[in-house]
């Protein structure tokens, strides 16, 4: 039939069959948006197999995020045991950046997507909470290392360029704010390792 798609069926045990069809759907069209039978349908799976292996979908939803922060850790991990110095460890971060949001598979940050579609404290706001925390502390750690005089505020001001890439590409449609992210990262780490006087 003329202009339709075959979608490939999702392999793995039923456990990882559900956190790939989540994955997938969740970050293309929202946690929130997406009915938990789409998800079982997608991972080719019986619904008691849902509940036996998550329990819910709140638990469905906190794994699809936590393995978006995992891989996204991995990223960063491999980055910054590339980076030779610790100036370089902290651009390591927008580098990594850079080169992931200009997959053609990005939608923007998976967290951000989750928590604006969301209303109070509920999982996808606390696991995206969880996400921010650790990536301010990661941040902070590295200015702190890279010898910042105020490593918390060199943090903050960082994880508004982080937040500020991920949503101009998404906005502007092209790889522009991945290198602008990583001048702009450059600039405020030059200023904030800038001896005092």
Known sequence: MAGTQTVEPLAGTPRERLLAAADELFYAEGVHTVGIDRVIERAGVAKASLYSTY???????????ESRHERIRARLEQALGRAT??????????????????APDYRGCAFVRASAESDGDDVAMQTSREFRGWLVDLLVGLARDAGASDPDTL?????????????????DRN????????????ALVDVGLAPAG
């Open 155 to 171: 943090a903050r001001q960082l994880v508004m360029v982080y937040d500020g890439a991920g949503l101009g590409v998404r906005m």
């Open 175 to 186: 790889g522009e704010s991945g290198r602008q992210a990583v001048a702009a990262a450059r």
């Open 55 to 65: 329990g819910s979908k709140d638990a469905l939803v906190r794994a699809y995020l």
């Open 85 to 102: 110095t610790p100036r370089d460890r902290l651009l390591a971060v927008f580098e990594t950046l850079a080169d992931r949001i200009t």
